[in-house]
């Protein structure tokens, strides 16, 4: 299995920047992409953006232009650089990894006031 612990959330004013770390222990071998998610209160988990080992990334269209996700090679933590944050983004975010021990992180979470 895939262990996953994400670090960083907290509160932030409108406009300003975040940086969340995943980092990932155990079978990281199976990891085939890692990826960012969140879900807001009342609403539908949705993607934040993905990476694969060869970087090839996907940003949902929310984020696109202001958050950045990176990973330098499979032993690294993942990042998700949030700037320009929005009250919308409010919301706990998990870390994901794919394959076949992949898993969720517990979550942190994102508050933006405005």
């Known amino acids: 299995q895939v262990q996953l612990v994400e670090s960083g959330g907290g509160l932030v004013q409108a406009g300003g920047s975040l940086r969340l770390s995943c980092a990932a222990s155990g079978s990281i071998f199976s990891i085939s992409a890692m990826g960012w998610y969140r879900q807001a209160p009342g609403k539908r988990r949705e993607l934040v953006a993905t990476i694969t080992p060869d970087g090839r990334i996907n940003y949902g269209d929310s984020v696109k232009g202001r958050f950045t996700i990176s990973r330098d090679n499979a032993k690294s933590p993942m990042y998700l650089q949030m700037n320009s944050l929005k009250p919308e983004d409010t919301a706990v975010y998990y870390c994901?990894?794919?394959?076949?021990?992949?898993?969720w992180g517990q979550g942190t979470q994102i508050t933006v006031s405005s």
């Open positions: 994901q990894a794919f394959g076949r021990y992949g898993g």
